[in-house]
């Protein structure tokens, strides 16, 4: 027979104050932390950016992501249950994510997300510490903070069950991470090329779409891509009474009306400073070309792998 303690210390006081409740009712995920390699030099690099704060900075970059792409009174958990119930609901639904779990291990490239092949409800964030390591100090913070939270979009998007393009799903997270007051100094509106090309590129877009259109276009992107497969055609007439290439071209112009206007501001200030002056902006202009390229090379962000990794598990 085992002996039973008939004696327990038990807490007189309460340990600590009841925790205040927060008006916005998000779910709270648990959140981990995983270090394969103690030795790194980006593993100490990120422990002596973060420190203590790790907790409220991860739960910081959670409330962001929440907020920007689920911000309403009402929130339900997505559910199987929900999704055939209320396929047409206008509240916002929030992925069921029970965890995430940050692994900062030595790998090419920057970050990925990926769901656990038992529970998809249990996403890893996997973080390069090489990465880490290579960006310069007075960045690191902040940078690391920007992945961070792109990463963690992906934790909470909706995905049209696998079928919307990778530029959209790539845009909507740089487009959160640039609401969330992280954009790295190198990225730039751009409006050649295709709309889903991706990352800033597609994020400064949806940006447009969010001015233009009014506060809550993305949030309602993001939950169109919870309702149904993606179809183009559909999808962009709905929500915007427009296709998505007509979309494109319009911010184009606006992006070109909205450049030459800060050409003729930046000439007239130049003017006004002398030639001496107008030489230096030259000048500042073409370091921060230069900068850009620095930057590119250190972003081997590898597309293909990172929809494969994300999307394809
Ligand atoms: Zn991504």
């Known amino acids: 027979m085992p002996v039973h303690p008939q004696f327990f210390q038990i807490p007189q006081e309460p340990m600590s104050p009841a925790p205040k409740k927060h008006h916005l009712e998000f779910p709270k995920p648990l959140l981990r932390f995983q270090i394969h390699d103690l030795s790194h030099p980006g593993t100490h690099a990120f422990l002596s950016a973060f420190g203590d704060s790790l907790p409220t900075v991860l739960h910081d970059a959670v409330r962001s992501v929440l907020t920007l792409l689920y911000t309403s009174n009402k929130h339900t958990l997505d559910s199987a ?5 209320q396929p047409h609901s206008s509240e916002p639904h929030i992925p069921s994510t029970r965890s995430v779990t940050l692994i900062l291990q030595s790998m090419e490239g920057v970050a990925y997300t990926t769901g656990l092949d038992l529970d998809d409800d249990h996403k890893e964030i996997h973080f390069s510490t090489d990465y880490i390591q290579g960006i310069p100090e007075a960045r690191r913070k902040r940078e690391t903070l920007g992945v961070l939270v792109h990463e963690m979009v992906h934790c909470w998007q909706h995905n049209a069950f696998g079928t919307a393009p990778g530029g959209l799903i790539e845009g909507i997270a ?23 090309a991706g990352y800033q590129h597609t994020g400064y877009f949806l940006e ?21 497969k993606y179809d183009e055609a559909a999808f962009w007439q709905k929500l915007f009474d427009h296709d998505v290439a007509t ?3 319009q911010y184009g112009k606006s992006l070109a009306k909205k450049t030459a206007r800060n050409s003729m501001e930046e000439a007239e200030q130049a003017e006004s400073c002398g030639d001496y002056n107008s030489g230096e902006i030259v000048e500042k202009k073409k370091d921060h070309r230069r900068n ?20 394809m598990t």
């Open 81 to 85: 249950q929900s999704q055939s119930s």
């Open 247 to 249: 979309l494109w071209k």
């Open 174 to 196: 740089d487009w959160v991470r640039l609401n969330a007051d992280l954009a790295p100094p190198h990225w730039k509106q751009e409006a050649d090329g295709d709309w889903d």
């Open 292 to 311: 850009d390229e620095d930057i590119r090379r250190q972003h081997p962000r590898d597309f293909a792998q990172e929809m494969k990794d994300l999307y």
């Open 208 to 228: 447009y779409l969010e001015q233009r259109f009014g506060k809550g276009s993305i949030m309602a992107v993001n939950q169109e891509l919870r309702r149904k």
